[in-house]
């Protein structure tokens, strides 16, 4: 069974540009996470969705982040623009429900110039 | 507020010697811990959960780790290190409440470097 896929895996940019995260998770999994995780700090929620309905989003900074799940199934983070502050590794997570273990992506580790 | 707090921000162990990894945690509700690892450029694996039953968890790769409530601690622990057990570990705690379910709040992390 193919884990979560994220890609890029590695994104460079300058500060001002938008730049996206796209995530495809497990096959069947109905429940898809965005994660930010900060150098040497754990994984923070962003957005959770329950297919594409996004049921939790009260960590994403709306100013400049956005997220979509449109089919429920693929999701895309964006942000625009980015900000020094930005980089970070983004975490991609599915889960059968909210009930169940959650599988994390390998995640994508964003740098911003 | 739930949260957890891991004590050690870095543990050296020598290949084939116990492995302790120490977490508090602070809950208002009695809580669901789980242990994740992460290895270098993969993604996080659940090692382990308490969900109220056990508590004696016992985990993959050898690993173990045992609810105490009357010192709110959540450590882990491994008979004999291997080198493969390098890795980040984080310990983490569920919110409470139907609607919370599936909210992951995640410690700071341990670095686990094993020398043979």
């Known amino acids: 069974e193919a884990g979560v896929v994220q890609s890029p895996r590695y994104k460079i940019i300058e500060k001002k540009q938008p730049v996206a995260f796209w995530c495809n998770p497990i096959s069947g999994h109905n429940t898809l996470y965005w994660y930010l995780q900060n150098l040497g700090q754990g994984p923070e929620l962003l957005i959770r969705y329950e297919n594409e309905e996004a049921v939790d989003d009260s960590q994403l900074p709306k100013d400049r982040f956005s997220a979509e799940r449109l089919k429920g199934v693929d999701s895309t983070l964006k942000i625009q623009p980015a900000e020094l502050g930005d980089s970070a590794v983004y975490l991609c997570a599915s889960g059968k429900t909210r009930y169940n273990e959650q599988f994390f992506g390998p995640g994508t580790r964003l740098t911003v110039l | 507020a739930q949260s957890v707090t891991q004590l050690d921000s870095h543990v050296s162990v020598s290949e084939g010697t116990p492995v302790l990894l120490r977490c508090n945690y602070s809950?208002?509700?009695?809580?669901?811990l789980f242990w994740y690892v992460q290895h270098p450029n993969k993604g996080l694996q659940l090692l382990l959960k308490?969900?109220?039953?056990?508590?004696l968890v016992k985990g993959i790769n050898g690993f173990e780790a045992e609810f105490k409530k009357s010192e709110t601690s959540f450590h882990l622990t491994k008979p004999s290190a291997h080198m493969s057990d390098a890795a980040e570990y984080f310990c983490v705690v569920s919110l409470p409440g139907s609607s919370n379910t599936g909210k992951l709040i995640f410690g700071q992390g341990t670095t686990l470097q094993v020398k043979p």
């Open positions: 308490y969900t109220s039953a056990a508590t």
């Open positions: 809950s208002s509700y009695s809580p669901s």
